[in-house]
């Protein structure tokens, strides 16, 4: 609750044309990676053409635009909600033209050397318009373009210079190609239908548009789509391998299955191991909505003790929510919440939830619950402590507001008026993925990243992709 | 999934001020019972000052609008979606100069002696603005109050003369009184913080405002406030009871008690008897999100088959989606609903739904869940079969419309594909509700009204409440 | 400049249709009389439909609502700038439902016995949900028609109890009715092309539309379209004619005829008028654009000054223009009028304009020509001075913002910098239309008028037509 | 009637600050140079903040808006109107970051050899993200800063390589630019108040911020204000001279000066010299409004027929105006223009025009006139007749759009429907403006450009200033 996911990226080939449209609804099934601002570009005839703009798919695109799009190669951008001027600069797909024509360009990570990127691109006669990664990664790309003989020969020598999560795709006059960083950060696989094919950040995207599930594009692979048909140049796979393992616990649809691992499984087995680590005696099992409740299953299986439904979650309160101005915190939770009386009156409760950030929401909805007549009140976080900021293109944010940067697990427990709190423990953490073929970034709970973070990050960082 | 509530009501008395803002978070909890236009009427210093607009509350109210109207008196409401010309002109509140002064009403539920009112009325010289129930409800106010002495006089004359469902709130420049028709179709409770009183739909609207229950607005009761002291008017009380049995089901939010019931309880109880009266050999139940998933708790438990979430709701498909054109009905059901592979391949499912209409949806959810690897789909459904239209107040449509007026159990089961399909007995639906003081309306079930539907019932009323 | 006429009408029975695209031409021609909303109302075989809202007719209607509308018969509304709430409530047309089907009513002008009305109506059940005299005027008509046989006769009875200035265009499901008042304070005329009549308030929406001019509606005149035939019913005609006379001197289009005089005419007498009451020896004479531009070349023709363009207008200065926070009055003044030094410079200029209100835009203006070199700046008004508000349509202020209410013409002229300052004599002020075939209300330069104001009119009329 | 100007500018530097708000009003009084889309960059403590959008300025920017921007320097845009795609991408000012921080740039012109530059830089890894000039004036500049050691040396070395017309403002954190092509094609001014300094594309902008006119930048001249101190650098100044001399004519403000010559006496001076090349016997003489206006009081003076009104203009017809779907060209024009009636009926009229491109208006309004009764309609245009189109940033289009490139004058005065038809002629063109202290380019009437318009120019070109 609270923390945003940056940015969703889609892709389709498919000759047969209504690309925008496929995009469209692709998007739409990755909305929750990002609410602020949307984009698609299609290529009609080796013509780009595109539209984005701050707003929700449903929003930014009519039935009228689609079919004005069309194209028989589309690629699309659903991105993170952050404030203030220039929004809609930031907004993708960045579309370019460049010694060759046209480009266009999504992207979902964060950069970590972008400073040394912009310096030496400026120091070459480059100007910037946004504060987007995404145009050094189009700089770079449009630089190596000149010494290289095709598009993606150009693709895979740029991202070497690449430093940080990087989960792109690019389209050209006649190309679609997705490439991956090394490390393998953020998700993206490959769907096919028929003689199409298609990139998702998520593979509820390829469900969305009723495409196959293929594979993961892996850490490092460059994957170019020509002529309809697929090939790889593997030159910068490094065999790593560390997926942002926060993405199953909060950030990805339940309904995807990332690196083989399902999403809803990984959470009930996070559910599960909590109830190893920190069983109670108690009454009933409730989950915070939405991402708490699959957790919550799995704790009620592993425990025994039942699982209910704690919360009525209410499903109109948008971005321009006015918070109450005479009325404390709790009266905003309030709105967005509703505890369900009858469940929890004289009970036992074990709360789970995916995180705790700052501590003052968790507050709020532990007190709600003693309010609705909950007995003792058992938080159980379905994640290890957060204790580092995360650089590869989510919001975790910095130390200073972490709060179990600060304070102990117990001190935790009392600011937020538990009866008891648990974490899962780092230890134990990789366990929720057993499925998982790949290795994990858990950086933002260790403080161990596989990349080093910028020296002087200074947290302004508004171009995240 | 597709019905709608018509309308929701809430009103305040707080001799402190900041009755609009209260109403606004007020209207925020009752948001569920209509998306199409919002309002709120405030009372400042005997002036009613008002802003009424098509859209959800949190876009047609921001701070600024708030505080210019504040008020020691306010009252609200939220309309459901209907189409076409006229919408901003039938949003309520409905705010009136008459005789005395100015007149405030909001309405919730439908009139079936619109005709005759309105000739009435006409033929007195009466002239109408709009196709609203509320218009009517005015002007028999208006027209009242010149033969009686005072507001809350001329509300308990006027109202001996509608016939049908509403449940009503009407401001005065001194006075808030709410009134509920004599057979108690729609929902109307009364709550109290402090010195303050309040008038809503649902509890959950107190709740919002962390104002305590205190009890219903009787069949046919007049609660006036005057003064910070509320008095009752019954009149008008007969009493009868029968209160629309569907609030449980479907439409009220589930931490909302109703005359005593949860309806959280009542959902799940329904899943109960539905294993009583439909039980299976199955691996799995699951609900249809959001109001299927307490029933289908309801029916794990008492079957003792696992419950699990089968289905990911998009909760970003708003009013502006695009049904997709080149594609089929289950492609729009496959955006707004991802079905959990992991959960329900391979394995016998129970899928619990709160009605089915037309019997498209249901026909494309059970074909999700077939490709999700289901291998059978027994579908329960937490209420009786639809075989007959609601006149008070929801737009449960026309037979024409309703598949199981046309079609036998075992058909709907065959067209919507599948393996078995099962309804809650009209014998023991009334057992969802064991806490509830009252009776029940269950026209849309067994055709028996506890009103006369009016003869020429044309289902084009773009008037009810 | 900065006075506003009260709204403009439009009306049009055209047997094949197109009906609603005529009325916007109609209005286009019209939107000088009224910015602040505007409105359409069509009759589709026998059914009204419309649409108002706020904004210019541009900005309201586009093609595909004018398709929709269509219609045989329609009526259209433009209204002048208020500011504050119930702005888009008070739009026109006024469309209502009453004991014979629909009512549609446009109204131009402003009654004096607004509250007795209202009390009269209200005393009889009467709801009102606006502040607009039109509401008023539907009452009217309504309740006549429970008494009179036809919808023609329910108006003739019905404006006899209105007083003061109503040019109404009211369309029933078969017929198109327009009525004066019987003083004729508004303009309204009538017109043809082919079998198709058309009335507007001026006759330059005739040629808007292309059609001929016919003549005008006489003060209390009744005019009746039925099955393409045009009747009178001259019950209320009583022989008076007392037109606004500054619709000849300010509110109406240059290009207009009223009464069979041209309204570019009248303004050029006024000129020359002026010449002869108030010669002055200089070199050049200027208008304040846009209505004294006419005047200044009358002037010119009868002194032998030579005429000149003294000023650029700014043409986007619109609702929106954001008046200077740390500049002058003046500056705001700059902005919206350049003045032409090549033109003025160390010349002794007459500037004519066509009223002084509160005085301080004549001495921003008068300081304009100073600066840009004048050596002399002579004012010249080509009306009377405003003594007196306005009580019927137009809203000419309140005596205590009439500078000339106050001071003295030699008064006036030193406080707006000028070095002699000249109005047109009441005396001679109907000699400016020696063609127009009616008499005049000069209330406002005279404090005589036709009808008797309200004793506690309080200026507060947010709800004249 | 129907060319446009393509882009104004307006730059300010004064160390008191408030210069956003300065930058407004000077836009304000340059709209008519430019419609569609604005902007405003402000420089606060070397920081630069923009906004710009598609709009009027009164539109794009409220108050809330200027005050956040402030700044010690600002500089400003308005654009012409095009239509469709990237109409927002292409507002200016264009903002960047580079090698030394931020650079905003305006631009009132186009280049000829934009492919040119457009290839050089791409061929050097430029990714170009707009369509616009003023991006390859922002990335030459950029890479001529990695050479030289000041902004003002980048721009002066920069510009050499810019073929065609240019007048730019650019914005470095401490410094004011403004910079002309060596032809001088489009007019720039410098103006001061006090310690403050001002460019604008017309005097007419000083005027509306009370500064005064101090000269024009020379054509090759580049000016920098630094430290509140001007001064120059005239490395480019070739001693030509080529200003646009249609700016006279029809562009530029009537109360401009450019280069020493009011804009109103030269189209004056336009009407005289048309009255002694084309005399005519005539009762009267009118202009079509607004720019035909004071060529017409110079043919009235120079011939001794009077002057009159002849149109009365529609200020209301805005961009979203309807063609009617049923309805002649003429019916357009009608709504667009009224005729005086009363001023041509029954007289000989000699109608003053600034120009004719494709016929089609002028052929509609000499009908305008004779259905309003005028018996001659003798046609003169204050200008040669175009026969080429314009390179050099208006909108004069392709020989095959301009009827005089395929007709006489006789047969276009046929086409027209006008009883004689005269242009000013080429050879006294000049002598409309004796004072213009400048040579001028008069391409688009004698197809002799001083610099060679590009062998392929395909007229598409969206990107000009």
Request: aromatic share 8%; glycine share 10%; with cysteine.
């Amino acid at each position: 609750m609270g923390l945003h996911e940056e940015c969703g990226v889609f892709g389709v080939y498919d000759a047969k044309g209504g690309c925008a449209e496929c995009t469209y609804y692709g998007l739409y099934a990755l909305q929750h990676r990002g609410q602020e601002a949307c984009g698609i570009a299609a290529n009609n005839n080796r013509e780009i053409i595109y539209h984005k703009d701050v707003g929700l798919v449903g929003d930014v695109f009519d039935v009228q635009r689609l079919r004005e799009m069309n194209g028989t190669m589309a690629i699309g951008h659903v991105r993170y909600a952050t404030t203030g001027a220039g929004r809609r600069m930031n907004a993708q797909p960045f579309v370019v033209n460049y010694v060759k024509q046209q480009l266009a360009v999504v992207h979902n990570g964060n950069l970590v050397n972008t400073e040394e990127l912009r310096d030496y691109f400026e120091h070459r006669g480059a100007i910037f318009q946004t504060a987007s990664d995404t145009e050094i990664i189009a700089y770079s790309i449009a630089a190596s373009r000149l010494k290289y003989g095709s598009v993606e020969e150009a693709v895979n020598h740029s991202v070497k210079h690449l430093k940080g999560a990087f989960s792109i795709i690019v389209m050209s006059p006649r190309k679609l190609i997705a490439a991956r960083d090394p490390w393998g950060f953020r998700p993206l696989c490959i769907g096919k239908k028929g003689d199409a094919w298609y990139f998702a950040s998520e593979s509820c995207a390829l469900d969305g548009v009723e495409a196959e599930y293929v594979r993961e594009v892996e850490p490092g692979e460059i994957v170019v789509v020509e002529d309809g048909h697929l090939r790889s140049i593997r030159d910068n796979c490094q065999g790593m391998s560390y997926m942002c393992i926060f993405e199953y616990i909060y950030f990805a649809r339940p309904d995807s299955v990332i690196n083989g691992q399902s999403v809803h499984i990984a959470r009930r087995n996070a559910g599960r191991l909590l109830a190893q680590e920190h069983p109670v005696e108690a009454d009933l099992v409730i989950g915070v909505p939405d991402s708490g409740l699959d957790a919550a299953l799995g704790y009620a299986e592993e425990s025994g003790i039942p699982y209910g439904e704690g919360f009525v979650k209410n499903r109109y309160v948008g971005r321009t929510f006015i918070t109450p101005n005479q009325q404390s915190r709790e009266a905003a939770v309030r709105i967005k919440l509703g505890a369900l009386r009858c469940q929890v009156a004289g009970k036992r409760v074990v709360m789970i939830d995916d995180s705790i950030v700052r501590g003052t929401t968790s507050k709020a909805i532990v007190n709600l619950l003693r309010q609705a007549g909950a007995t003792e009140v058992h938080v159980r976080i379905s994640a290890p402590e957060f204790i580092s900021p995360c650089y590869f293109g989510t919001d975790i944010p910095d130390k200073s507001l972490l709060i179990s940067c600060k304070y102990s697990c117990d001190e935790v427990c009392r600011k937020i008026g538990a009866d008891s709190l648990g974490f899962l423990s780092l230890e134990r953490l990789h366990e929720i993925a057993p499925d998982a073929a790949c290795g994990f970034c858990e950086g933002c709970f260790s403080e161990r990243y596989p990349v080093d973070p910028p020296a002087d990050y200074a947290l302004k960082h508004a171009g995240c992709g």
